[in-house]
């Protein structure tokens, strides 16, 4: 079983919608969760972590955590063109070491 | 405040040769860890530093080395490298790392290595 799954294929969401991914994992001691944005041809940018069961909201982003499902997800709302990108779901596996997924490919349609 | 900062951005290498990359963490961030992003197996843990001191380490071989010095600034080395170590590699700064998880990490531009 793989640390970090984001199975999901490339999600293609109209400008204005919601875009919601979905990611688990198979710790269940995981105490560290965060996402992260990667554009093509750019280093990963943290967009949000949450460490706590429950939702945790920053502008057009929410991500939601469920410890005891082992799973993570994360909302966009109001989905722009500049949201389309590459979403990459990590958890903190001890002393700073993040097992990341394979991440999720978004196109926003204008 | 200035961001995580890694050089070279671009390096094209033969096999066998070795390779080192430099990375200057966030002022004031004491923890780097470096990373391995490839298409097939996507982001990978490489190992981590904090106050000179390898804390953790991911399943690469020895051929992949690393240090840290006193002002947080590491180095990670490839020795005999193959055509397989192309890649992106990536550096991440933090705060004081936890036991129990991981903190927010900030990564760096990174350094595209290609391997002939």
């Known amino acids: 079983q793989k640390e970090v799954e984001q199975n999901s294929g490339p999600l293609s969401v109209p400008e204005g919608a919601i875009a919601s991914l979905n990611c688990t994992y198979s710790?269940?001691?995981?105490?560290?969760f965060f996402w992260y944005r990667q554009y093509s041809g750019k280093s990963p940018e943290l967009i949000m972590s949450?460490?706590?069961?429950g939702d945790k909201e920053d502008g057009r982003f929410t991500a939601q955590l469920n410890k005891a499902s082992q799973y993570v997800s994360l909302l966009i709302r109001d989905s722009q063109p500049s949201d389309s990108a590459t979403y990459l779901c990590?958890?903190?596996?001890?002393?700073?070491?993040?097992?990341f997924g394979k991440g999720n490919q978004v196109v926003v349609i204008p | 405040k200035a961001g995580v900062t890694q050089t070279p951005r671009y390096l094209i290498k033969t096999r066998g040769q070795q390779v080192t990359l430099s990375c200057s963490p966030i002022?004031?961030?004491?923890?780097v860890s470096w990373y391995q992003q490839t298409p097939g197996q996507g982001l990978q843990f490489l190992f981590e530093?904090?106050?000179?001191?390898?804390?953790n380490k991911g399943n690469f071989p020895g051929r992949f080395s690393g240090r840290q010095f006193s002002n947080s600034r590491s180095e990670m080395n490839v020795s005999t490298l193959e055509l397989g170590d192309s890649a992106l590699y990536l550096c991440?700064?933090?705060?004081?790392?936890?036991?129990?998880?991981?903190?927010?990490?900030?990564f760096g531009p990174g350094t595209r290595l290609t391997v002939l």
């Open positions: 991440a700064s933090s705060t004081r790392p936890t036991s129990g998880g991981a903190n927010e990490q900030f």
């Open positions: 710790d269940r001691v995981s105490q560290s």
């Open positions: 949450i460490y706590s069961n």
């Open positions: 990590a958890v903190g596996r001890g002393n700073n070491r993040l097992a």
């Open positions: 002022s004031g961030h004491r923890s």
């Open positions: 530093y904090f106050s000179e001191t390898q804390r």
